[in-house]
């Protein structure tokens, strides 16, 4: 069956920014807080809301049942994706500029999965503003 329903592009970003929220507070909580201690049908719960923030941000990514751009959206996912990649580079100097005499940095699993969320979060909640306030 085919959807003939689509949602709008800055429906589809408000959506992946509210999932990408919640797999960022799922994983600085589980940074901060044991996830073995928590009572097995919590975990449960919480598995399956992960799993379907995940399903979610699949689809917003891949953009199913999304309507296309327009030339406004496009150049604002430009200018979202240029600030990223700036903000990114300023970090990626000062990391260079702070790790002095060879000291390497050790980027876990759990500290990937927060930095990856919160980098797509930020992407999400800047084309929105981007959508909101350009000219």
Known sequence: ??????????RNRQLGALCWA???SAGLCARFFPVRGLPFPVRIAVAVLLGAAGVVVVCTTLGLFTEKGDERSAENERRTNAALFTLFFLAMGAGLFLLKDGRTVLIGKGELLVIFSSVCLAKDLLFLAYERWSG
């Open 1 to 10: 069956m085919y959807l003939s329903k689509r949602i709008s592009l800055t």
């Open 22 to 24: 919640l797999i960022l």
